[in-house]
């Protein structure tokens, strides 16, 4: 059976992700390719997941079990790579997967915490790459914002993570759409890209 391919979507919280994985998601299906989402990090994925589920959304936890950002980029690539045989698995019996963040994710939001690029690259050096990326780039809708998310109450920070999306996004080539036209122009883009994958 043909191995079935990894894709990855990027962007900063708030810009559509989830909307727009779903759309590629069902486009794919009806071109007859067995496809799933997933959503990076895994929550319910032991030890990790669930650690770093209560330390984006809850401050006395995040008090508590304070870590640098070396240590925190640490369980996000350690839960990567707890999922990774699961992963494999599934591609190798020709699922493909849309991953909604992934590696990239980690490197924008260790960058924008003030972690070192070298360090990051390094934790996830082992981990399976993607066979190609796309980040949705623009401003995020504040319709989406999580009360008390770390990620998503600073505008500031938001900001800064949204330049170093675009930077990676060079420096790995992925391919990019712009996220703040209408959910149909959005789709259209991110499909237009997929058909010339696949």
Same mark, same amino acid.
């Given at each position: 059976?043909?191995?079935?391919?990894?894709?990855?979507?990027?962007?900063?919280?708030?810009?559509?992700?989830?909307?727009?994985?779903?759309?590629?998601?069902?486009?794919?299906?009806?071109?007859?390719?067995?496809?799933?989402?997933?959503?990076?990090?895994?929550?319910?994925?032991?030890?990790?997941?669930?650690?770093?589920?209560?330390?984006?959304?809850?401050?006395?936890?995040?008090?508590?079990?304070?870590?640098?950002?070396?240590?925190?980029?640490?369980?996000?690539? +350690?839960? !990567?790579?707890?999922? /990774?045989? #699961?992963?494999? =698995?599934?591609? @190798?019996?020709?699922?493909?997967?849309? &991953? %909604?963040?992934?590696?990239?994710?980690?490197?924008?939001?260790?960058?924008?915490?003030?972690?070192?690029?070298?360090?990051?690259?390094?934790?996830?050096?082992?981990?399976?790459?993607?066979?190609?990326?796309?980040?949705?780039?623009?401003?995020?809708?504040?319709?989406?914002?999580?009360? +008390?998310? !770390?990620?998503?109450? /600073?505008? #500031?920070?938001? =900001?800064?993570? @949204?330049?170093?999306?675009?930077?990676? &996004? %060079?420096?790995?080539?992925?391919?990019?759409?712009?996220?703040?036209?209408?959910?149909?122009?959005?789709?259209?883009?991110?499909?237009?890209?997929?058909?010339?994958?696949?």
């Amino acid at each position: 059976m043909k191995k079935g391919k990894f894709i990855a979507i990027y962007g900063i919280n708030g810009i559509g992700k989830t909307t727009q994985v779903e759309i590629l998601v069902k486009y794919l299906q009806s071109k007859g390719i067995i496809i799933s989402r997933l959503k990076y990090p895994i929550y319910d994925l032991e030890p990790e997941g669930p650690f770093i589920y209560k330390y984006l959304r809850d401050k006395k936890f995040r008090a508590e079990n304070e870590l640098t950002t070396d240590e925190l980029q640490q369980k996000y690539a +350690d839960n !990567r790579t707890r999922y /990774e045989p #699961e992963l494999k =698995k599934r591609l @190798k019996a020709g699922e493909w997967i849309v &991953a %909604e963040d992934y590696i990239g994710t980690g490197i924008a939001w260790g960058l924008t915490w003030g972690g070192n690029l070298e360090y990051l690259e390094d934790i996830n050096k082992n981990l399976m790459p993607v066979d190609f990326s796309i980040l949705m780039h623009g401003e995020r809708f504040n319709t989406a914002i999580e009360k +008390d998310h !770390r990620n998503e109450m /600073e505008e #500031e920070r938001i =900001k800064i993570c @949204k330049n170093f999306h675009r930077l990676l &996004a %060079e420096k790995y080539n992925w391919k990019m759409v712009n996220a703040n036209q209408n959910i149909k122009e959005v789709e259209n883009e991110i499909v237009k890209i997929i058909n010339q994958f696949i």
